[in-house]
């Protein structure tokens, strides 16, 4: 029995951890005012449990396919809150900082990840977040061209998701616990996804995860946790600098870090009651409706 504590506490701990920050950082900062941000919608009751449905739906994908939950919080808080484009962007890559903590530990305590790979994508992601980040702030008053991008970018999540789930066929897995592939192949990647994630802040695991197994040929379980992993640096520096820029809502974005945190956690426990090519094809449905919803906005149609 006492192992049996030890095991849950061992794997909960960091969780219950992070959630104890978010909240004390919520009562730190209520007094403040600074929850609230002038021009955005109003953080009340209702809109406060909207966005931990929001999350918890966002962490539930996560666990489930191994991704941040950006892909789920940007739209939502966009397009059905109304929040700014860039504020979006800013306050989604923010929460998803918590998500790649708890999630990336997870996999870490159960020798899921390749650390070596971890610290080479994760390095030059950093680099490549440095230079998004740079060119968030350019596009940030062309408000109709981030969303083109932003609508672009949905397009590879959503037709690889599609194609996942439509493909019913099983295909034959990697084993192993390491990510192949050479050193600067990993360089190369992070770089991209990194300037990726600090442009359109989707934290970078619905690109790293096809990249390392479709690229290198890696093990699922060692994607899933590498990928997360990797998502640590890349959502802590994107999201710290569009902290310090102004583009983050922070109540909002605590609210949302504390759902998916959780929500990841749920998705983890019951990701084998669920068949991943059902799953994969309605998120992929979705992420293609999103994709159309940001490129006809930019030609001047707007769709419900």
């Not at 962490?59 to 892909?71: E, H, V």
């Not at 994607?223 to 992993?229: E, F, Q, R, Y």
């Not at 090519?277 to 293609?288: A, E, H, N, P, V």
Request: proline fraction near 5%.
């Amino acid at each position: 029995m006492n192992k049996f504590y030890l095991s849950a506490w061992k794997n909960y701990a960091p969780t219950i951890l992070l959630l104890v920050i978010l909240l004390m950082a919520f009562v730190v900062f209520l007094p403040t005012g600074k929850l609230t941000t002038k021009g955005l919608p109003e953080l009340n009751i209702v809109g406060g449990m909207t966005l931990i449905i929001i999350g918890l739906l966002a962490g539930l994908l996560g666990g489930l396919i191994g991704t941040g939950g950006c892909s789920v919080m940007l739209p939502a808080i966009h397009f059905w809150l109304g929040y700014p484009a860039p504020i979006a962007v800013g306050t989604t890559l923010f929460a998803v900082i918590f998500t790649a903590i708890s999630g990336g530990y997870g996999h870490l305590v159960r020798k899921n990840l390749d650390v070596k790979a971890t610290l080479w994508v994760g390095a030059s992601g950093i680099g490549g977040v440095i230079v998004g980040s740079y060119l968030f702030t350019l596009l940030t008053s062309h408000v109709s061209l981030l969303g083109l991008i932003l609508g672009l970018a949905f397009l590879w999540p959503a037709g690889r998701m599609i194609w996942e789930g439509l493909s019913q066929a099983k295909r034959p897995q990697a084993t192993g616990n390491s990510i192949p592939g050479p050193v600067w192949g990993w360089v190369v990647l992070g770089a991209l996804v990194g300037i990726l994630t600090g442009v359109v802040g989707l934290g970078g695991g619905y690109a790293l995860v096809p990249s390392f197994i479709y690229l290198f040929g890696a093990p699922v379980y060692i994607t899933m946790g590498t990928s997360l992993a990797t998502m640590i640096p890349l959502a802590a520096v994107g999201g710290g600098i569009k902290l310090a820029q102004g583009f983050v809502a922070l109540g909002p974005g605590l609210i949302l870090a504390a759902g998916v945190v959780i929500g990841a956690q749920i998705g983890a426990a019951i990701i084998k009651r669920f068949k991943p090519t059902t799953l994969k094809l309605i998120f992929g449905l979705y992420f293609l409706y999103v994709s159309i919803k940001f490129i006809t906005a930019f030609f001047g149609f707007k769709i419900w």
